[in-house]
């Protein structure tokens, strides 16, 4: 139920939605132009979007819009026209990708009349959209790129969808391997300006403001991890050595192609540490992104221990920024890999949703490839190969050691999910019905079969050689810390014991996120952890 209550009235709070359905859960928020109150209510069932007036809240809620089953929806509004960029079917056909609606205010149609505003183009996906008072700022993927453009508004009514190529776009210049691309707050909505930030495997992440307006660009703070080099990070975009008329001129790219060669005025770190990006083939044939990142100076040809990254659920992005705390293992020629495996973001709704429920074991094959073609390809040496995930991202890791157990040296679990049989029975336990779309429901028995299948608890092998493991988790956290507990003391009970390869549980009281110091200690642990079960 939503109440709205006036600041300064005795009155009741006046009921403005109910909603008795327990499984809806529902997201409120405000336009940028702070004109309307949104609220999305989203179900198994259906999805709604309705619209609240913030001058006049007591005028009740407007339902603006609907669809069947769960879909993403954001709705804003810009100078008489409800733009809506969602995931829904179209005309009954689930679609892999986000798109951008639009709807006259005043409409008056019942139901509302939403008409597209871009044509489809594979080439160019979608991924976000950021509004202000003069522009719509577009992030675009274009294959495994991340690209940023601005367009004017208004965009063109009446004239059915277009393409975004014809609204003449301005391109912004990025660095080299974006990774990801987080906008800011972005409050002011009558500015021109807007913040980002910008993500990199080679370069610390850079909070950058854009001048819509010009195309002129600013980092306003990144950080500086390298002795090698002084530049100044704060204010500028560039070194002492680049003049401003250079800045200038690489800032306004007149031709609005993007400028990527130019590593200096981000700041980068190729010089320093190289980013190469490979298409694995899978044990299906889908081709799966993986991304390797190597110290220049100190890597050494087929004797590099090898670190591979992996998360692939939620149809969330992987995590592959720059990490200060890896350039230890990289400066010993350590190879650190990054898999984008089925489950994941980055290749749309469809990519999420072959990762996910009875179709998990996809995730965990596509990690053994993308670790099979580090080894064969002679990327990483066959004896010297670690995994990582957290959270989510441990199931997969141990669900792969379980698998091939003869393929790792060793992996690091952080707060992993590892017995998913038996927390996704128990409803008391802080999970959502997000997790249950993920991992699958227990009480249906195609879904029981299949959590079975990957199940890190389920399948460990007996009378086996396992890698070394370092298990860290914490009584704060959403993942229960005797899951931890239980998977290590049975892979130790069931296992061939061997002292060089110990499986370690570390446990903690506190919440590691929430404490930088914590991180730092947990990090160099890891990075002990895996410099000595490497050199053993």
């Known amino acids: 139920m939503i109440y709205c209550s006036m600041i300064g009235s005795t009155d009741d709070d006046f009921l403005i939605l109910e909603e008795p359905d327990e499984n809806v859960y529902v997201n409120i928020r405000h336009t940028k132009d702070f004109r309307f109150v949104t609220v999305h209510t989203f179900s198994t069932a259906s999805s709604k979007v309705f619209l609240i007036n913030a001058a006049d809240p007591l005028s009740g809620v407007n339902l603006v819009w609907e669809c069947e089953g769960i879909s993403h929806g954001i709705l804003e509004h810009h100078q008489g026209y409800l733009y809506l960029f969602t995931d829904a079917a179209k005309e009954g056909q689930s679609v892999d990708y986000h798109y951008l609606l639009r709807s006259h205010l005043d409409s008056s149609s019942s139901p509302r009349t939403w008409e597209s505003v871009f044509t489809d183009d594979p080439d160019w996906v979608v991924e976000d959209l950021d509004f202000s008072h003069t522009h719509l700022v577009v992030t675009l993927r274009e294959g495994r790129n991340f690209r940023l453009c601005s367009v004017t508004l208004p965009l063109p009514a009446g004239k059915g969808p277009v393409h975004l190529k014809e609204l003449h776009p301005q391109f912004l210049p990025l660095p080299k391997y974006v990774s990801q691309i987080s906008p800011g707050p972005n409050y002011d909505y009558h500015s021109s300006k807007m913040r980002f930030t910008i993500s990199s495997p080679v370069m610390p992440d850079a909070v950058v403001d854009y001048d819509l307006s010009n195309g002129e660009w600013n980092i306003v703070q990144q950080q500086n991890i390298l002795h090698e080099r002084t530049r100044v990070l704060y204010g500028t975009a560039s070194s002492a050595s680049i003049n401003e008329e250079t800045l200038n001129s690489k800032t306004s790219n007149p031709s609005n192609e993007v400028n990527s060669d130019d590593d200096q005025l981000w700041n980068g770190l190729s010089e320093f540490y190289a980013c190469e990006q490979y298409n694995v083939a899978s044990y299906d044939g889908v081709l799966l992104p993986l991304t390797v990142v190597y110290s220049r100076k100190n890597k050494k040809e087929d004797q590099n221990p090898g670190l591979l990254h992996v998360h692939g659920t939620y149809g969330e992005l992987l995590d592959k920024r720059w990490r200060s705390e890896l350039k230890s293992l990289l400066g010993r020629g ?203």
């Open 334 to 536: 350590w190879i650190i890999a990054y898999a984008d495996v089925r489950g994941g973001g980055g290749g749309g709704k469809k990519w999420h949703h072959d990762g996910r429920r009875t179709k998990k074991i996809n995730s965990i094959k596509d990690y053994i490839s993308c670790a099979n073609f580090l080894v064969d390809k002679e990327i990483v040496h066959e004896n010297k190969l670690a995994g990582w995930g957290y959270s989510a991202g441990g199931l997969v890791v141990a669900s792969a050691i379980n698998q091939s157990p003869h393929l790792f040296k060793a992996a690091i679990l952080k707060v992993p999910f590892l017995d998913p049989t038996n927390t996704l029975l128990y409803p008391i336990l802080p999970l959502t019905a997000a997790d249950y779309e993920e991992f699958g429901y227990p009480g249906d028995i195609a879904d029981f079969h299949a959590i079975r299948d990957y199940s890190p608890y389920d399948n460990i092998q007996k009378d086996v050689l396992y890698p070394a493991v370092m298990v860290s988790s914490s009584f704060n956290t959403r993942f229960g810390v005797w899951e931890a507990a239980k998977w290590v003391a049975r892979v130790r009970e069931l296992t061939i014991y061997d002292q060089k390869r110990p499986i370690l549980l570390n446990l903690t009281t506190d919440i590691v996120e929430e404490n930088r110091y914590l991180q730092c200690k947990e990090s160099a642990l890891e990075s002990a952890f895996l410099i000595k079960v490497m050199e053993s």
